[in-house]
């Protein structure tokens, strides 16, 4: 079956820790996105990648790095530097990138993490 | 004023109540528009694009209001399964920007 895996579910980090989300598609993508959700509250969009090698900051970058190694796999990381981290992640794809695309952008999401720092 | 507004509700229906959803935009040059149906500690997932003037899908039907900047969403026949919270999505032109709406909480009552 095609989709999109993340893990883990659930997730606790200490302070000052840097913690590493997995997300993983077999869709043949060529977008894909992090976002993040607070309660009450709309997707943000944090990293997004159009293509293997290439990424760009979103809306609210700071205290997050991202790599794109492989088309398949896009791992965030959330560094000590991430101020107020605990909140709901979900990663997406999409066949293209939204920018300059009208048909055939839209983005399907994975499962989601649950970080809490403690 | 928001890029994307939405009524935050909560709306409550009785089952087979027909239902209608707004959403503005502020960007009069936007060309896709999504609904996404997101249930609760769940991940969002894609009811309905909106490319020209409407879609429909069943009980499902999104118009597109280009000369006044709204997406509206109409559920009909309205089921318990259908109590979610609804994401109105869209694409801004000009260089990668998706703005997702802060959702409208539906609840569906026997």
């Known amino acids: 079956d095609g989709g999109i895996t993340q893990s883990p579910k659930y997730l606790f980090r200490k302070e000052g820790q840097n913690v590493t989300l997995s997300c993983e598609q077999n869709?043949?993508?060529?977008?894909m996105y992090w976002y993040r959700q607070d309660p009450g509250q709309g997707l943000r969009l944090i990293y997004y990648?159009?293509?293997?090698?290439?990424?760009q900051k979103g809306d609210i970058a700071e205290g997050y790095s991202v790599s794109r190694e492989k088309k398949e796999s896009f791992p965030l990381t959330v560094t000590s530097a991430q101020k107020n981290p605990t909140a709901f992640y979900l990663c997406?794809?999409?066949?293209?990138?939204?920018?300059?695309?009208?048909?055939?952008?839209?983005?399907?999401f994975g499962p989601g993490t649950r970080l809490t720092v403690l | 004023r928001k890029e994307v507004e939405q009524d935050p509700g909560p709306f409550n229906v009785p089952e087979g109540a027909t239902v209608a959803f707004n959403c503005t935009y502020s960007?009069?040059?936007?060309?896709?528009f999504f609904w996404y149906r997101q249930d609760c500690r769940k991940e969002p997932k894609l009811l309905m694009s909106?490319?020209?003037s409407g879609n429909e899908d069943g009980r499902f039907t999104a118009q597109l209001n280009r000369a006044s900047q709204y997406i509206s969403l109409l559920i009909r026949d309205s089921k318990l399964s259908d109590s979610a919270t609804y994401l109105c999505v869209v694409n801004w032109p000009g260089g990668f920007k998706t703005i997702f709406g802060a959702g409208t909480r539906l609840f569906v009552k026997a």
């Open positions: 960007n009069s040059a936007s060309q896709s």
């Open positions: 909106v490319y020209s």
């Open positions: 869709l043949n993508h060529d977008a």
């Open positions: 990648s159009q293509i293997v090698n290439d990424f």
């Open positions: 997406a794809s999409s066949i293209r990138s939204m920018e300059g695309a009208v048909f055939g952008n839209e983005q399907f």
